[in-house]
């Protein structure tokens, strides 16, 4: 994945009289990532989206796309922009097919052959030259896809994608959009209150509360991310193995089990715990840590605010 930043935000405000809705958001986001937006209620999530977009005048700050200012040279930023506001509308009476004849006619940058691609790159081509009226949700989700990305955007921003979607055109979207990222390069942006979709989808998560920027890490460090972890150990001799461990880790905290025992531990002290068990006679059968994921991490940033 190249480092280039193709979006580059800095100091982005936003204030409506003497209330401060965003306040100095400063990140990158490079080529070919999927970047996830989170923040609870009145964070200032949507408001930061419809800056970056153009929609909403900014107070203060800055954003580049691909080098180029969304507020001085709006058109030209745009042009690299594609976009889904949730649920994407549709001409319902005209096909899939002729929906994308018609806005690529309203675009002077969309290339003959670019809608048989992008239908291809969504997987839509049984169904095509179907009334959008016959489409369910998801079927709709992946034209606006194929829409958005008729002008080969380099920065593509969707926000809520999932609502409405059952669990299958859920799946189908975060895989279309894995797949836009790692084989087109493609950067993307989205904002969702599904926190396990967010967690599989993304390859950077950016928390925002009262409008500050409270982190921005990689998915895999921020749902690994602990001094200490639970542990439970799979061991044939639990109340045992128990006795040997008050003597090694000292002071842990350490819950007898049936089939073994869990205790809070350092990453480290895993394998020096795991060699004194054997060291002692002990089997262990299986050694599974007990990682947060992603809701639990936000709650504890967030200190428990909830999801819009």
Known sequence: MSQTPVVQIRNLTKKVGKKTLVQGLTFDIPQGEVFGFLGPNGAGKTTTIRMITGLMKMTEGQVLINGKDVEKEFEAAMTQVGAIVENPEMY???????????????????????????????????????????????MRQRLGLAQALLHKPTVLILDEPTNGLDPAGIRELRDHLRMLAKEEGLSVIVSSHLLTEMELMCDRIAVIQNGKLIDVKPVREMVGEAEQMVVRFEIDRPEEAAKVLELVVSGAAITVQPDGLELTVTREQIADVNRHLVQAGLNVYGIRTQIKSLEDRFLEMTGGGQIV
């Open 92 to 138: 319902k009476f005209l096909s899939g097919y002729d929906n994308l004849v018609h806005f690529a006619r309203m675009n002077k940058n969309v290339a003959p052959g670019r809608i048989d691609e992008v239908i291809k790159l969504v997987g839509m081509e049984n169904r095509i030259n179907d009334k959008v009226k016959t489409y369910s949700l998801g």
